[in-house]
């Protein structure tokens, strides 16, 4: 059967699929691209005059600025939005499961199953429907079985997997340059030809050999595995990076011989404080909770390793702070300077440094935060959410929001470096340096400053993976 010629898409959810949906209309104009969410306050700051996007990411507003109101279109009426798609990609949230069955490990479904109800109760044509959101193995059966349960008379629903590979600070150069385009469907002629109906979309501006198609189930687990493969990467280096502080050995260095071997490579293998953000440790704990329940417990074992290496990484990290401030840092008013996952977002989820400000509020210091992008409401709800026997009143005594690193640094006794922000190689340290208590400390969890030259100007200097 011949492909459907895709003239309109619908996404549901204005999250973070948001910039893979806006690249779309920027490099297919004659498609129409509405994305719709029930969040007013969402979808308002997408349509915003000004351009105040609800996320940060490099190139973001540039791309929105050209689609926008051409072909780009953001809206609470996710019915119209469903009634006139060809194409639909359910791009709505997955975290992992906070109660109930599989709690703390598996993906709490309930979003993609609403958006697939709503999907069958409102369609009166046949669709495409692709799930975007990460989501355990399997998942698009489910969402099959509703949609066919539910459908009206002569409406079919064809399922298809399409997941993001994409890296938060790096995503619309990513979207314009993929590694590759993965779409998964069944392999029946009907999936088939709606797999070559979204692989024609990215065929606009993805060059062909870079647009993969394999099986539906095995384009769902590739999400988990690359997502797992990566993070083990990093929990790998950072086991490492322990035995070098140990035994003097410069985990820079050591990083840098073994990314030489071109059967390893170079890609992430620098050391830090840990991994965070919305996926790595959520689709590990999704492997882990399908392991199990395939009755594969080593295999759960195996990956589920890879999150407690980080979570140790980041307890390890504090006890280091602790240990070299003379063992105590009750009273004493710390900096943390970013709060952000990585650089290059504002993405807060999983971020090492709500773990670490927690640990230091749990050891009575005062802590003083700065970061360039994430709103100051989103601080307080991340640690209102990592601490919450603690009242906010109590937090808010212990913890200060700051305006520039400068402000953070004012009467600190130590200056924490959680996110990898470029602008933190720029600061004036000899003025930071002169504003301190002293002795005045720095503890890089990014392996950013450089700290022979800090140490010159008087800092003690603590650097992840040196002695």
């Given at each position: 059967m011949a492909p459907v010629k895709v003239t309109k898409i619908c996404c549901i959810g204005a999250g973070y699929e948001g910039p893979t949906c806006a690249v779309i209309a920027l490099k297919c104009p004659n498609i129409t691209v509405t994305i719709v969410d029930l969040n007013q306050a969402r979808v308002d700051a997408w349509n915003s005059p000004d351009f105040k996007l609800p996320i940060y990411e490099p190139g973001l507003e540039e791309v929105v600025r050209e689609a926008r109101g051409r072909n780009l279109f953001f809206s609470t009426d996710v019915d119209k939005g469903i009634e006139e798609a060809d194409l639909i990609f359910v791009s709505v949230n997955t975290p992992t499961k906070k109660s109930g069955v599989g709690a703390g490990f598996a993906a709490d479904l309930n979003y993609v199953e609403l958006a697939t109800r709503r999907i069958a109760s409102v369609a009166k044509t046949s669709k495409i429907v692709v799930e975007k959101s990460t989501v355990p193995c399997r998942t698009a059966e489910s969402m099959r079985t509703i949609l066919e349960a539910n459908s009206k008379p002569g409406c079919r629903f064809d399922i298809l997997s399409n997941p993001e590979f994409l890296a938060e600070g790096t995503a619309i150069s990513d979207l314009f340059s993929p590694d590759r385009v993965l779409i998964g469907s069944l392999q029946t002629p009907e999936g088939i030809s709606a797999c070559q109906s979204l692989a024609d979309v990215y065929a606009n501006w993805v060059p062909k050999d870079r647009i993969l198609t394999v099986g539906l189930w095995s384009s769902e687990l590739s999400k988990l595995a690359a997502n797992a493969m990566l993070a083990q990467r990093i929990s790998s280096i950072n086991a490492l990076s322990a035995i070098c502080e140990a035994t003097g050995a410069n985990i820079d260095e050591v990083a840098h011989a073994i990314g030489y071997d071109t059967r390893i490579g170079p890609k992430f293998l620098k050391a830090s404080v840990g991994f965070g953000g919305s996926c790595f440790q959520k689709d590990i704990l999704n492997l882990v909770y399908l392991s199990e329940s395939l009755h594969l417990p080593e295999v759960a074992?195996?990956?589920?390793?890879?999150?407690?290496?980080?979570?140790?990484?980041k307890r390890r990290f504090s006890k280091r702070v602790v240990d070299t401030m003379f063992n105590t840092i009750t009273g004493k008013r710390i900096a943390v300077l970013g709060f952000a996952f990585k650089a290059d977002t504002g993405d807060t989820r999983e971020s090492a440094a709500i773990t670490l400000i927690r640990d230091f509020q749990s050891e009575k210091a005062y802590v003083n935060i700065y970061d360039p992008q994430v709103p100051h409401d989103q601080i307080w709800t991340d640690l209102a959410e990592a601490s919450p026997l603690v009242p906010i009143e109590t937090t808010q005594k212990q913890v200060r929001i700051c305006s520039s690193a400068m402000e953070a640094c004012q009467d600190a006794e130590a200056v924490v470096i959680a996110t990898e922000w470029k602008e933190f190689n720029d600061i004036d340290w000899e003025q930071v340096y002169s504003s301190m208590n002293k002795p005045a400390f720095i503890f890089?969890?990014?392996?950013?400053?450089?700290?022979?030259?800090?140490?010159?100007?008087?800092?003690?200097?603590?650097?992840?993976?040196?002695?």
């Open positions: 074992a195996y990956w589920r390793q890879v999150v407690e290496m980080n979570e140790h990484q890089d969890g990014r392996l950013l400053v450089d700290a022979e030259k800090l140490r010159k100007i008087g800092f003690t200097v603590t650097t992840i993976g040196r002695p």
